[in-house]
Nanobody, 124 residues
Framework: QVQLVESGGGSVQAGDSLRLSCAASGRPFSIYSMGWFRQAPGKEREFVAAIPWGGTSTTYADSVKGRFTISRDNAKNTVFLQMNSLKPEDTAVYYC?????????????????WGQGTQVTVSS
């Protein structure tokens, strides 16, 4: 049974930083790609960032490029999302997900397991 558990969310002011973590279990972490998505109230889930199993070519949504960084620690079965210069429009529930694919990682349909999400609230 694959489990993904996110942590690190919270309420911050605009301009602050947060670091989200997603701990994975139940499958060999190092050979699976990981992604972060988010969903704001009344909006569809959207892609944020992804990192393939090799960890060499990351992908970001245009809205977070230059502010967010995705990374992974295969020894700890954990993927991270460092979020800097947060804006009120970053407010959402953030989900991590895992997939056996290494391409087209911005597509939610490529992922087969999802975490429960962690809330990020950014106030102005």
């Amino acid at each position: 049974q694959v489990q993904l558990v996110e942590s690190g969310g919270g309420s911050v002011q605009a301009g602050d930083s947060l670091r989200l973590s997603c701990a994975a279990s139940g499958r060999p972490f190092s050979i699976y790609s990981m992604g972060w998505f988010r969903q704001a109230p009344g909006k569809e889930r959207e892609f944020v960032a992804a990192i393939p199993w090799g960890g060499t070519s990351t992908t970001y949504a245009d809205s977070v490029k230059g502010r967010f960084t995705i990374s992974r620690d295969n020894a700890k079965n954990t993927v991270f999302l460092q979020m800097n210069s947060l804006k009120p429009e970053d407010t959402a529930v953030y989900y991590c997900a895992t997939t056996r694919y290494s391409t087209l990682l911005a597509q939610a349909g490529r992922y087969d397991y999802w975490g429960q999400g962690t809330q990020v609230t950014v106030s102005s």
